[in-house]
């Protein structure tokens, strides 16, 4: 894996793990999911019409990613409405890497070597065990862990599609920016559900959100390019170190407890990222 896809994932793992902090700083989880999607379709709109169009080999892959996109903001909605976000983030995040991993190897060919696979298995260990060490204090609802791990499910399929479907594309931005706006449908959905009065404090909610969703789409929008220079295994589980950034963000800023075994799960998952990164 080559230096500069290090760099760019690494990146999206800190966008990752802040606009995941932007989430859990405020209430109103579901009007800042609508302008993290809004955020998603206007940065689609200048991808648009800035680059190429995609080939249409990659259009069925826009389609089905778009598709599992939206069950990931039902099910991700969910989980936090039932559980809490140091419990639910870690388990949903745990189980991507592996299943992405088998995913490229079943449907891209891609086989990654003892040392790719053992750090792909360092990363999930470390995410899970967060999810163990970071219960609060009631006894957690299994909705929220299904709904959890129904998001780690969606996560892993739609990161292999898009791996194989920007390979196809013959144009990243344009792929990126066709499968960003159609995500603009999520933002549609909770106006006309909710129909939210723009209150000042709806307001400051959504300019929150819609900060989150530009940190959301950066993120996403450097793996989707760095899915064009290494395995799909490996970037997915280099994008989870986020969770490092994540744990240091929950002790220091939120001030979540216990911290040791926090820390010492992000250092395992830093342990994984440091064999991925040595990995040729």
């Given amino acids: 894996m080559s230096e500069f896809a290090v760099v760019l994932v690494l990146s999206a793992a800190v966008l990752h793990a802040t606009w995941n902090a932007i989430v859990k700083g405020t209430r109103a989880r579901v009007l800042v999911l609508a302008a993290v999607a809004g955020a998603n379709g206007t940065v689609g709109v200048v991808l648009i019409l800035w680059a190429e169009a995609p080939l249409a080999a990659s259009w069925p892959y826009i389609a089905a990613s778009a598709t599992t996109h939206y069950g990931y903001y039902y099910f991700l909605s969910m989980a936090y409405k039932w559980g809490d976000l140091s419990r639910v983030y870690p388990i949903s995040r745990g189980i991507a890497p592996l299943l992405v991993s088998l995913g490229a190897l079943f449907f891209a060919g891609e086989m990654l070597t003892s040392q790719g696979w053992a750090g792909v298995a360092l990363v999930s260990a470390g995410v899970c065990l967060l999810a163990f060490f970071s219960r609060g204090p009631s006894v957690p609802d299994k909705r929220s862990t299904l709904a959890a791990v129904a998001t780690g499910l969606i996560i892993a399929t739609y990161s292999v599609i898009d791996g194989i479907g920007v390979r196809l594309s013959g144009s990243p931005f344009g792929y990126m920016g066709w499968l960003f706006l159609s995500e603009f ?5 909770v106006i006309v559900k909710l129909r939210p ?15 989150g969703g530009l940190c959301a789409v950066a993120s996403y929008g450097l793996v989707i390019y760095a ?53 040729r």
């Fill in 197 to 211: 009065r723009l209150t000042p404090e709806v307001r400051a909610t959504l300019r929150v959100g819609y900060l």
């Fill in 227 to 279: 899915n064009t220079l290494a395995p799909l295994g490996m970037v997915s589980a280099l994008r989870e170190s986020s969770v490092i950034f994540a744990a240091l963000f929950g002790v220091v800023i939120f001030r979540e407890r216990p911290w040791a075994s926090r820390i010492a799960a992000a250092v395992i998952v830093g342990g994984g990222v440091l064999m991925l990164a040595l990995t």
């Fill in 185 to 189: 449908l999520v933002s549609l959905f």
